[in-house]
């Protein structure tokens, strides 16, 4: 437990101050951070909204039983860790011009509500592409992964935003996205430089995914060989985690699960060894692929062109 005055916090961000109220803030900040308040015998307790970062600076105002408020700076101190690095999901990123998002992963938790100032999509000539991103801020539970979404409004077509600021991605152009070096993980370090990713816009995805065209490479039985599904164009990384399950006489195979880094193949190892006889492998109907356009409808629907069929969401393939 580490100790500002008379305010409390632990390592994960928890304060607990003697008093009814308390409030915290960042820097010089006027506003306080979002958080919740629980009021204990005597304390009360803080848990900010967003994990607070090693290496700044807060002020932390409480106020005790008698009506009197306190003011205490406090720096959560770095802790000796590992310089962070970041890698995209799907790589290579080629990806349709109207692709709705790709993913940054981290190996570290990372600070979390400054993206927009930390992540910058450039053109062919270097300009920034100016609202390229949707502002919602999503990341895993453990802060190490950040969906980083394309502005729909602009990569979904007819709509005001495309219309009169143009698509965020051009089909056949090479953009470039950096990550400012200078974005801390939870712990306080940075990235130490940027770190560049090639973007290239292929065609307009209109189309739903069609499992009936994905490759199964079958295992044989008796042995724990992987269980390999390739894909006809990429798919939603993440969602491929919990998408496909596999079974055998109608009770699920448990084994693990990976997406390739270019989310062109999904991959399963079992936890047993494979037995002989026809596996069923049951597909989410809402795995989507990198525009948005999942099993049972695109992501752009024409009222005024017929429907496209729901596709299949089973697959079956024959361990020998």
Same mark, same amino acid.
């Given at each position: ?75 959560? /101190?770095?802790?000796? %860790?590992?310089?962070? =690095?970041? !890698?995209?999901?799907? #790589?290579?990123? $080629?990806?349709?011009?109207? +692709? ?81 070096? /200078?974005?801390?993980? %939870?712990?306080?370090? =940075?990235? !130490?430089?940027?770190? #560049?990713?090639? $973007?290239?816009?292929?065609? +307009? ?103 496209? +069929? ?11």
């Amino acid at each position: 437990m580490l100790h500002a005055g008379e305010a409390r916090i632990n390592q994960s961000g928890q304060i607990v101050v003697p008093g009814v109220d308390v409030r915290v803030y960042r820097g010089d900040a006027k506003a306080p951070l979002f958080g919740s308040i629980t009021r204990e015998e005597k304390a009360v307790r803080f848990v900010p909204s967003l994990p607070l970062v090693a290496g700044e600076t807060y002020r932390i105002e409480f106020q005790t039983a008698d009506g009197r408020w306190h003011r205490e700076p406090w720096r959560f /101190d770095p802790l000796k %860790t590992e310089v962070p =690095a970041v !890698g995209l999901a799907p #790589t290579p990123a $080629v990806l349709p011009a109207n +692709a709705l998002k790709v993913y940054l992963h981290f190996t570290q938790p990372m600070e979390q509500g400054v993206f927009l100032e930390r992540i910058f999509l450039h053109r062919q000539d270097g300009g920034v592409v100016a609202g390229a991103f949707r502002e919602t801020e999503l990341w895993s539970p453990d802060g190490r992964r950040l969906t980083l979404w394309f502005h729909p409004g602009r990569q979904k077509t007819g709509v005001n935003l495309n219309r009169d600021e143009g698509p965020v991605l051009r089909e056949g152009e090479q953009c470039s996205l950096r990550v400012a070096g /200078d974005w801390r993980s %939870t712990a306080g370090v =940075a990235l !130490g430089k940027d770190v #560049t990713f090639d $973007v290239t816009a292929g065609a +307009a995805d209109h189309g739903c995914p069609d499992p009936l065209s994905w490759t199964v490479m079958a295992p044989k039985a008796g042995s724990r060989d992987i269980l390999s599904v390739r894909f006809d164009e990429p798919l939603d990384s993440a969602m491929l985690l919990s998408a496909l399950e596999v079974s055998l006489g109608g009770k699920p195979v448990e084994g693990q699960v990976k997406a390739a880094a270019d989310a062109r193949s999904w991959i399963f190892t079992p936890a047993q060894a494979w037995q002989a006889g026809e596996h069923t492998i049951h597909i989410d109907p809402l795995l989507e692929d990198l525009a948005g356009n999942n099993l049972q409808h695109p992501f752009e629907v024409d009222r005024d062109q017929p429907g496209q +069929a729901a596709r299949a969401t089973l697959l079956r393939f024959e361990v020998r």
